[in-house]
């Protein structure tokens, strides 16, 4: 018989179990204030004007880049840049500080950078969704801080005041970015911190260089009425996309809050929109209102709805739309119409966002359905045909709730139908939008179900019933999972849309207002009363958060340490998760003070609380009494290991960048160089945005060419391995030797020789292996975001699991289990390896992701991906394992992946030039290039067999492979000219291209007998036989006429695709260039012509050079006798006038010598003529001798 002990009141128990409670869960986070600071980033915009000031910042609204940064380049006069390139700068900056509890930032700033502590900065661009205009892709670029003294006055020598500084890029396309702040090892441990940076296109700047909101005026004066007792509502947007939220519900207020930062900041604004409404006969009589009911945000447009009203208002976003399509003011649009509800359809899809408009009054039944690309908004009524109320044969129905699935293009409508013979009902309706089709799923029972006990029942109709009504509020849908919740006082789950499975662990009690789905596993459930309740995805059990004992001790613990969160006063305003995490929007009332603070759900950690204060045991031991929990986590340690390098399967593209080095002692950077390090990140942008060129370079990688004549080590031997990336299969020398690389190309060495020096111009040095693309990033242990699969590929990776204590093999194995959910079974296979290690009482699991090959047609990179995930799970684990990391407690055993199926974005058809040319000169036996060579386009000869190659280029990998496929090539233009080149028609096409031909239009043909289905075209591969060209008389390169006297040339425009005719991946390679075809023959009656008139001129010629030389000696007598006389004729002319000059000479002198001078003259005259005629006749007698 046990002593006895220590009466213990109830009450003092619990309160002892309590406090132990507190002082049991906290050890963590007093082990890591005891060793480790509490420091955290901060990130605020610069722009040029003002970077180097103290508490500056600015909101993102320009877009355009600055030309001043090329200024600065021009002073970089012996640095390894391009002096006739133009280097433009982005707009802003990235400011970063860091602060630590307790301690003065400042300090703190000075000390990490004197201990070698650098920001570095990760940002990454998100895709856009109009794929049409722009390219998919998912870019990063990594880039390393640079420490810059504050502009302020300071009496220190060396330093007060001191940030560090990046470029704030921006990408055409890409309006969200998320920033990424981490450390480079250095100085104190701070945990990395995510920021949201993202464009406002609804502000605008003003004149004086003050900021303007486009959509309304700001108001700054919160006041209490707007938040207190006032319900929470959904926060709707595209996710991923969109870059401002706005949330509207402010009671008699047309005002919304609006923020560009998912609420780290935001904006209370009250909307420039007229707030008249004009009831009409079809419309239902409602009260009038200002409050903002339905806000939804997309990538570029806004929209809401006032009483039955909606607007939309499209910002100013340069860089999605390449010119300004930004709204005026708000646009009333369906003004015609009674809407009752805005329906949010979460992800985009074909490269457009929707909106969905539930109708009341003279169209009930149907759906306004709204269509968003590039900022144009357009409606269209569904269905087509017929309401919904006709469809499904009833007279009265109205609908609830829709939602859009993208993938199958399909309607999900929650229609609640009054028949007057029995009650309301509802039912789940299906609409096929591609063939106005209507069908009806489910209909919901009219009672909730009877669970007896069960945390879920299956509804088959053949359970018993409560006496409680079933009454839908909406619908939520996870396209990854395909799994579809019908949420009212319930809560219905469904894989498939016509199977539901009952939570029974939701009360029916209470009414859900609203659920906020995370899409990665996690859903949170709103209640009308305003209670918290979780749900992880692959588990039946619903948890309840808040009010709970959980919250209240996580309370407690803030409270005990002052934290700035939490208020005895306070009322949620919305919930949303962010990075898988789940956040609320509170409106706190402290000492009389409002304030709006957005904060982290701790769901782990109530989920901790909740499990240790249900699940744990008093025993006695001899006097007293002693405390232990259960343990219901089946393992203790779960690690996943040997991940691949995720590139492959994210299709991450990164470039990593590193501030130009300044020549000053203590590392500071001032505005000229960060001004160089704007233009190289800018630069860096540029060439990766122009790398799309349809002939592959010899080096496979976007900054080869910025610094081919600059790098000394990067020209490379025959044979030689490309410099960026793998060489392409077969290798392949460069296509024109001696032209590609500076003859004399100036040593990386030599600048760093003038740096070492202190002798850089400008005393800023550029490091060229600082801007560079990275191929070899390495996993880091835990599962990617996404993973893509192309046709066949495989993700392998193996999951590690300890058992809690040692147990023989049976028990181990029977203990720990993992099982791995499938969306779309039909479509992936998952194969799991077990591997028991009895000595360390683990199991091993090898897990092996697969496509099926089958699920999904060939598309462009990146478009038309089909959504489906995979969940990895251990058995028993929902709810109930946890690992402790610094940033606090983390699930363990649920991990949700999501899968995209198709063509993964970053993979291209390239013209292999280099090895085209090589093979052709080698089974041709020669190669003449055109007269006027041009490196970028090598010419062919037209007589000479053609025999193409073509690279698939991997741009997130770097890897170059030979394309081993086969694929259809046709000529789709042509000129005799660049500028002459013109687009073929879709008749034309076939007649130049397709063996079927009678017209005598083709212009080439080949050996090969593999034509398509219909034999329309040839198909071609790597081991073709090569193409002869023809041009024959009907087609547009016949009978060209030369420009010059050298031989007629042609520029194709050729197609070549691989779609249909290759079954080896779901890419659809579509790759256009031109081609350079010299040595084109005339046709023969022109060539005829041209011999004819040739020869006729030749002939020509020949008579006349006889002629001339058989009256050449006659032609010369006649030339010297011509010359003879006009000599004579010019010599009497001149002696006639000096004797004329003398005698008036004479005359003046003498008047009675006159007449004697007169008849001397005559005399003289006579006489000199006497002679000449002598002489003439004399010359005349002897002509004939001679």
């Known amino acids: ?177 998320r920033v990424d702040v981490s450390s480079n090892g250095l100085g104190p441990f701070i945990p990395n911190k995510r920021f949201r940076v993202n464009i406002n296109g609804f502000l605008e700047r003003q004149r004086d260089n003050t900021l303007q909101f486009t959509v309304g005026n700001e108001l700054f004066n919160l006041i209490p009425r707007y938040f207190v007792n006032v319900p929470s509502r959904p926060l709707w947007y595209t996710v991923d996309q969109a870059p401002v939220f706005i949330l509207g519900g402010i009671p008699e207020e047309k005002a919304i809050l609006l923020t560009d930062t998912n609420f780290k900041d935001f904006f209370l604004v009250e909307l420039s929109i007229d707030s008249c409404w004009v009831g009409s006969f079809y419309c239902p009589p409602t009260s009038f209102t200002a409050t903002i009911y339905d806000a939804i945000a997309t990538e570029s447009t806004l929209f809401i709805r006032q009483n039955q009203l909606i607007y939309y208002f499209t910002g100013t976003y340069t860089t999605l739309h390449e010119s300004n399509r930004g709204s005026e003011r708000w646009v009333r649009v369906l003004a015609n119409e009674c809407i009752k509800k805005l329906c949010p359809v979460h992800f985009h899809s074909n490269g457009s966002e929707y909106v969905m408009a539930l109708t009341t009054g003279k169209h009930e039944g149907y759906v306004h359905f709204g269509t968003i690309t590039d900022g144009r908004v357009s409606f269209e009524l569904l269905p087509r045909q017929r309401s919904v109320c006709n469809g499904i044969l009833v007279v009265n129905c109205s609908i609830t709730w829709a939602v859009f699935i993208a993938g199958d293009y399909n309607l999900l ?12 009902y509802f039912q789940v309706v299906s609409y096929d939008l591609v063939s106005d089709y209507l069908v009806v799923l489910y209909t919901i ?63 029916k009690e209470l009414s859900i207002k609203y659920l906020v789905n995370s899409f990665y596993g996690d859903t949170a459930i709103v209640t009308e009363t305003e209670e918290i309740w979780y749900l992880l995805e692959g588990s039946y059990q619903v948890y309840k958060l808040f009010p709970s004992k959980g919250w209240e001790v996580h309370v407690s613990l803030q409270v005990m340490q002052q934290s700035s969160l939490y208020a005895p006063n306070e009322t949620m305003v919305t919930l949303f998760y962010e990075d898988h995490r789940l956040y609320q929007l509170v409106y706190l009332i402290d000492n009389q003070q409002g304030r709006l603070v957005k904060r982290l759900v701790p769901v782990e950690q109530l989920l901790m609380y909740q499990q240790i204060s249900t699940d744990y045991l008093l025993e006695r031991q001899g006097s007293h009494l002693t405390l232990s929990f259960t343990n219901f986590c089946p393992f203790t340690v779960m690690r996943l290991r040997d991940l691949p390098n995720p590139q492959i399967y994210t299709r991450q593209e990164r470039y990593r960048a590193q501030p130009p080095r300044v020549l000053e002692p203590g590392g500071f950077h001032s505005d000229n160089s960060l001004a160089v390090y704007q233009g190289l990140v800018y630069y860096l942008l540029w060439l990766h945005s122009k790398y799309d060129k349809p002939y592959a370079d010899p080096v496979h990688d976007p900054t080869w060419r910025w610094w081919k004549n600059k790098k000394q080590d990067q020209v490379r031997g025959e044979g030689g391995e490309s410099v960026g990336g793998p060489s392409p299969d077969p290798p392949s020398p460069s296509p024109c030797p001696g032209t590609v690389f500076a003859p004399h190309p100036v ?78 079974p039909e479509c992936i296979e998952a194969v799991v390896k077990e591997k028991v290690l009895v000595n360390r009482n683990s199991v091993l699991f090898w897990v092996t992701l697969s496509d099926k090959r089958f699920c999904f047609d060939q598309g ?21 394992c946890f690992q402790n990391t610094h940033q606090g407690p983390r699930m363990q055993g649920n991990l949700m992946v999501p ?72 000529v789709v233009g042509g000129g005799p000219t660049l500028d002459t080149i013109k687009e073929y028609s879709e008749e034309d096409i076939y007649r130049f291209n397709s063996p079927l031909d009678k017209t005598g239009s083709l ?36 009978d060209t006429i030369p420009h010059s006297i050298f031989a007629s040339e042609f520029f194709f425009k050729v197609l070549v695709s691989n779609r249909g005719v290759d079954k080896s991946t779901y ?72 004797v004329a000059s003398d005698t008036r000479a004479f005359s003046n002198t003498s008047g009675t010598k006159s007449g004697e001078s007169s008849g001397g003259i005559s005399r003289v005259v006579s006489m000199v003529a006497g002679e000449n005629k002598t002489d003439t006749k004399e010359t005349l007698r002897k002509k004939p001798i001679s």
């Open 899 to 970: 899968v995209l199926i198709g063509c993964p974005p970053g993979k291209r058809l390239a013209f292999d030039i280099t090895y085209t040319l090589e093979y052709n000169r080698l089974q041709n036996k020669h190669y003449f290039d055109c007269v006027h060579v041009d490196p970028e386009m090598p010419c062919f000869l037209f007589r000479d067999i053609f025999y193409p190659f073509f690279l698939i280029q991997d741009l997130v990998t770097g890897d170059s492979g030979s394309f081993q496929g086969s694929y259809v090539l046709k």
């Open 445 to 507: 029972p009219e009672f909730i179900p009877d669970a007896r006990g069960l945390e879920f029942l299956m509804v088959l109709g053949t359970e018993s019933y409560t006496n409680f009504p079933m009454v839908p509020k909406g619908m939520s849908y996870n396209p990854y999972n395909n799994l579809l919740f019908i949420w009212g006082n319930f809560l219905l789950q469904s894989y498939n849309s016509e199977n539901f499975i009952y939570l029974a662990d939701f009360p």
């Open 860 to 880: 462009i990179s990146g478009h038309h991906l089909m959504k489906t995930s995979m969940l990895l799970k251990v058995v028993g684990s929902s709810g109930h």
């Open 1067 to 1138: 890419c659809d390679y579509q790759l256009t260039f031109q081609l350079h075809i010299h040595g084109l023959p005339l046709s023969a009656r022109r060539a005829f012509l041209i011999l004819m008139v040739s020869a006729s001129l030749i002939v020509g010629l020949v008579i006349l050079y006889v002629i001339s030389c058989l009256l050449s000696p006659y032609v010369v007598k006649v030339c010297n006798v011509l010359c003879w006389k006009i000599n004579n004729i010019v010599a009497w002319e001149s002696y006639i006038y000096s």
């Open 1003 to 1038: 212009i080439w043909t080949t050996r090969n007998t593999t034509t398509t289905e219909d034999s329309a075209f040839n198909i071609l591969s790597h081991n073709s036989l090569g193409i002869e060209w023809l041009c024959m008389e009907n087609s547009p390169c016949h």
């Open 413 to 424: 409508l929650l229609v609640e139908i009054e028949d007057p013979s029995t009650r309301k």
């Open 1 to 177: 018989m046990s002593p006895a002990g220590p009466a213990w009141p109830r009450l003092r128990v619990l309160q002892a179990l309590w406090a132990l409670l507190v002082v049991l869960l906290a050890p963590w986070r007093l082990w890591a204030i005891k060793n480790t600071q509490e420091c955290t980033w901060q990130v605020v915009l610069n722009n040029f004007e003002t970077v180097g000031k103290k508490d500056a910042s600015d909101r993102f609204v320009d877009q355009e880049p600055l030309y001043t940064v090329d200024k600065v380049f021009s002073l970089l006069v012996d640095a390894p840049i391009d002096p006739d390139e133009t280097y433009l700068g982005f707009p802003y900056y990235l400011k970063i500080n860091y602060s630590c509890k307790g301690e003065s930032s400042e300090a703190l700033v000075r000390k990490g950078h004197l201990t070698g502590l650098k920001p570095v900065v990760l940002v990454t661009f998100q895709s856009p969704v109009n794929f049409h205009r722009w390219k998919i892709e998912q870019l990063q670029i990594q880039m390393e801080a640079a420490p810059f003294r504050s502009k302020e006055r300071c009496n220190a020598e060396e330093v007060c005041l001191m940030s560090w500084y990046t470029p704030m890029p921006i990408k055409n396309g890409s309006v969200v970015m």
């Open 747 to 824: 040593p990386q060495d030599y600048y760093f020789y003038l740096a070492s020096n202190w002798r850089s111009a400008g005393s800023v040095h550029v490091d060229m292996a600082s801007y560079e693309k990275i191929y070899d990033l390495k996993a880091e242990n835990e599962l990617p975001e996404r993973i893509f699969l192309d046709k066949g590929t495989s993700y392998r990776f193996s999951v590690f699991l300890t058992a809690g204590e040692p147990e023989p093999l049976c028990t181990v194995q029977s203990k720990v289990g993992l099982a791995v959910v499938l969306a779309d």
